[in-house]
Structure formats: C-alpha cells, structure tokens
Nanobody, 129 residues
Framework: VQLVESGGGLVQAGGSLRLSCAAS????????MGWYRQAPGKQRELVAT????????NYADSVKGRFTISRDNAKNTMTLQMYSLKPEDTAVYYC???????????????????????WGQGTLVTVSS
C-alpha cells in the first residue's frame, strides 16, 4: 500500500485547509486510518483517527471542534478538513494506514495479521499569525 498526501500549504490564522490522502496498491488490507503531525523540534502526534467503516473517530483535544476526519473507501481516500487554523497547527501532516491482511486470500478468509503501519511522505501546513 502506498499513501500520498496532498492539500498542504500556507494559510493565515483563522483560515481553513483540506488535506487528502490517496491510497493505492493492496487497499483491501487497510483497516483503520489516521492523521498525525510533527511540528519542528517536536515528536509526531496523533491528530485524528477513523475506523474502517467511518463509524468511529477520535481526535486530539487540541483539534476537537475544528478538524473533521472522513474517508471514502470506494475511492480509497481519507480527508482532514481543518477550520479555524492556529499558528500552533503548523506541522508536517502524515497519513497512516493500518494493514491487517497479508494477501487477498487472507482478506477473503478474514485471516488477520498484527496491524502493519504504513505512512505517507507528509504534507506541510503552515499557519501564519
């Protein structure tokens, strides 16, 4: 599975951006997905996660009420809609997918593996004050 993020850029505080993550390859193996970010000099942190069916989402306290995660499994995409951006949201944003099937045969038989994490290359979001 390969993940490619897009949509980052420079925005003023209070503005909005929409990040996208496109998955390709053995996408049948993807289970939960999520967005993470890493600011300069800081550790990578969770932003939001979403289950396979999209029924459950989880957000970092710092983005609750401002960010919305969603996914379209038919299109193999995940998005992060960000509103009311703050300078402290400045970071490289990464898409992550948890792979739970080793092969299509395992997928058909629902034979699951320990989740394997796959990461995208990241997209830079810069929020100016």
């Amino acid at each position: 599975v390969q993940l490619v993020e897009s949509g980052g850029g420079l925005v003023q505080a209070g503005g909005s951006l929409r990040l996208s993550c496109a998955a390709s390859g053995s996408t049948f193996s993807i289970n939960a997905m999520g967005w993470y970010r890493q600011a300069p000099g800081k550790q990578r942190e969770l932003v939001a996660t979403i289950t396979l069916g999209g029924g459950r989402t989880n957000y970092a306290d710092s983005v609750k009420g401002r960010f919305t995660i969603s996914r379209d499994n038919a299109k193999n995409t995940m998005t992060l809609q960000m509103y009311s951006l703050k300078p402290e949201d400045t970071a490289v944003y990464y898409c992550k997918a948890d792979l739970i099937y080793t092969s299509y045969a395992d997928y058909v038989r629902d034979i699951r593996r320990t989740p394997l994490e796959v990461w995208g290359q990241g997209t830079l979001v810069t929020v100016s004050s």
